[in-house]
């Protein structure tokens, strides 16, 4: 079955830290390029961070210092969280990209909500 399904989202205090996780299946995850995105209480949508498949890794500027992206060979990407901020409240989702077909997949995404 191809799907990507992310974990590790939850209820978080200002400061804490959190990792979620997305584990891909039913696709070749080594040609895939990943990310994570968030979409706020507004639905508004933000790119975060992509790693592409021989690692190259970028974040946008609201998150870098304090969020991580990692892959490994079990088909699952990581988004280390750190120092996170009650802005930081969103559905994180995980897409994988093959830049080659243009073929994408979305999973269905995690509740992060940072409050006191």
């Known amino acids: 079955q191809v799907q990507l399904v992310e974990s590790g989202g939850g209820l978080v205090q200002p400061g804490g830290s959190l990792r979620l996780s997305c584990a891909a299946s039913g696709i070749n995850f080594d040609i895939y390029t990943m990310a994570w995105y968030r979409q706020d209480p507004d639905y508004q949508l933000e790119l975060l961070a992509r790693i592409t498949p021989p690692g190259d890794i970028e974040y946008t500027s609201s998150v870098k210092g304090r969020f991580t992206i990692s892959r490994d060979n079990a088909k699952t990407v990581y988004l280390q969280m750190n120092s996170l901020k009650p802005e930081d409240t969103a559905v994180y989702f995980c897409?994988?990209?093959?830049?080659?077909?243009?073929?994408?997949?979305w999973g269905l995404g995690t509740q992060v909500t940072v409050s006191s």
């Open positions: 897409r994988a990209d093959n830049m080659n077909t243009g073929r994408y997949l």
